[in-house]
Structure formats: structure tokens, C-alpha cells
T-cell receptor, first 116, second 114 residues
Framework: DTGVSQDPRHKITKRGQNVTFRCDPI?????LYWYRQTLGQGPEFLTY????????KSRLLSDRFSAERPKGSFSTLEIQRTEQGDSAMYLC??????????????FGQGTRLTVV | AQKITQTQPGMFVQEKEAVTLDCTYD???????LFWYKQPSSGEMIFLIY??????QNATEGRYSLNFQKARKSANLVISASQLGDSAMYFC???????????FGAGTILRVKS
């Protein structure tokens, strides 16, 4: 396994369009996370899955954002009606967590979204 | 609420010297984990080192060590024998009490000079 992979690496879209990102976690990892990172800042938590269940969503995740992880494998993050403020790096991470132990979270290379 | 503070926006170090990147944290939970990640210009977050709050010894991973001072709530990263490839952004992070997410600091840019 080569680690967490994200697709696409870069996306330029016009304001108002919908975009979808994909994340393929490390195969044995049960937990999957989405983060958003703007320039010069640390990543901010968006949402978290344990297997196929979405267990937490940040208040940053407006109703234009939706994430899924069907069958507990890959995950998609969709942004509807994109706005310029959505421009950021979207990072996916996965880990093998048990109970309260998050495990070592490994990140993908991210999808850089630019809304014009 | 959990908070990570990295007070050094940028650091310079001479190649082959050691450098310490500061990190302080704030939490009221006795059980937590502390992480350091490296983010080169390519954007990927690379896991470096982990320290659990109950670990008695400081974590080490190759040239990386974590200077964990629990009473002071600090978790500084020490990089020994710096290399040009160490030039990157470095983030300190900690787990939320329920263990389901990481809270990150603002990061420190490290530049290694030859």
C-alpha cells in the first residue's frame, strides 16, 4: 500500500459549480478524516468517519458540503455551489484507531481547490 | 477547548546543526496525544513523531525527538543534524479528548542554510 491518495491534486472551478474530491485511505485503516487548510494556517477539522459512519461534522462544514464513505473504504467530499471562500487545500487522513486512541494519522497530498 | 500554540513563525538553522521548534498546548483532559507533522511545499502532511500523555519517556524517531514537559504543557520538536531537505513547514497537533480529530497549531517554517 502506498499510503493515502487523493484525487484530483488540483481543481479550478467557477463560482457556483459543484466539485467532488475523492480520498482512498490506507486499506486497513478504519478512521478517515477530512481537513481544510488555507494559506499560512494549520489544517482545520471538517469531518470524521469510523468505517462507513460519519460520526462528527465541524461547524465549518456548511450545508453545501457533504461527505460520504460508502462501505467504509474510499470517501468523497462534495462542495455544492462553490464560493471563492472555499478556495483551500482539502486534506484527507486515515488512521487505525481504537477507542479514544486516534492512532497515527497519515495524510494524503491534498486537493488544492481554486474557485474563480 | 484544546489549543496549540506555535510561537515561532519562522526559523533558520545551519546545515548539520540541531534546531528546536516550540509547541505549547492547552487542555484540561488528562489523556491526549501530541503529534508533529512536516509539510513540504508539495503539500503532503508527513507524520514525524507521536507522544502520549502517559508516556514516561520522550519519543524519538531517528533524527527527531520530542521534548515533552507535561507540567509546562510543552512538546517541543528537536531535529538533530539538520539537512537541506528538512526545510518545510512544521505543525504541532494534539488529539481532541474523544480522540476523533487533531487540533493543529499555526505552524513554523524552517529553513536550513548550507
Amino acid at each position: 500500500d502506498t499510503g493515502v491518495s487523493q484525487d484530483p491534486r488540483h481543481k479550478i472551478t467557477k463560482r457556483g459549480q459543484n466539485v467532488t474530491f475523492r480520498c482512498d485511505p490506507i486499506s486497513e485503516h478504519n478512521r478517515l478524516y477530512w481537513y481544510r487548510q488555507t494559506l499560512g494556517q494549520g489544517p482545520e477539522f471538517l469531518t470524521y468517519f469510523q468505517n462507513e459512519a460519519q460520526l462528527e461534522k465541524s461547524r465549518l462544514l456548511s450545508d453545501r458540503f457533504s461527505a460520504e464513505r460508502p462501505k467504509g473504504s474510499f470517501s468523497t467530499l462534495e462542495i455544492q455551489r462553490t464560493e471563492q471562500g472555499d478556495s483551500a487545500m482539502y486534506l484527507c487522513a486515515s488512521s487505525l484507531g481504537t477507542g479514544l486512541y486516534i492512532g497515527e494519522a497519515f495524510f494524503g497530498q491534498g486537493t488544492r481547490l481554486t474557485v474563480v | 477547548a484544546q489549543k496549540i500554540t506555535q510561537t515561532q513563525p519562522g526559523m533558520f538553522v545551519q546545515e548539520k546543526e540541531a534546531v528546536t521548534l516550540d509547541c505549547t498546548y492547552d487542555t484540561s483532559d488528562p489523556s491526549y496525544g501530541l503529534f508533529w507533522y512536516k509539510q513540504p511545499s508539495s503539500g503532503e502532511m508527513i507524520f514525524l513523531i507521536y507522544q502520549g500523555s502517559y508516556d514516561q519517556q520522550n519519543a524519538t524517531e531517528g533524527r527527531y525527538s520530542l521534548n515533552f514537559q507535561k507540567a509546562r504543557k510543552s512538546a517541543n520538536l528537536v531535529i538533530s543534524a539538520s539537512q537541506l531537505g528538512d526545510s518545510a513547514m512544521y505543525f504541532c497537533a494534539m488529539t481532541h479528548p474523544y480522540g476523533n480529530k487533531l487540533v493543529f497549531g499555526a505552524g513554523t517554517i524552517l529553513r536550513v542554510k548550507s
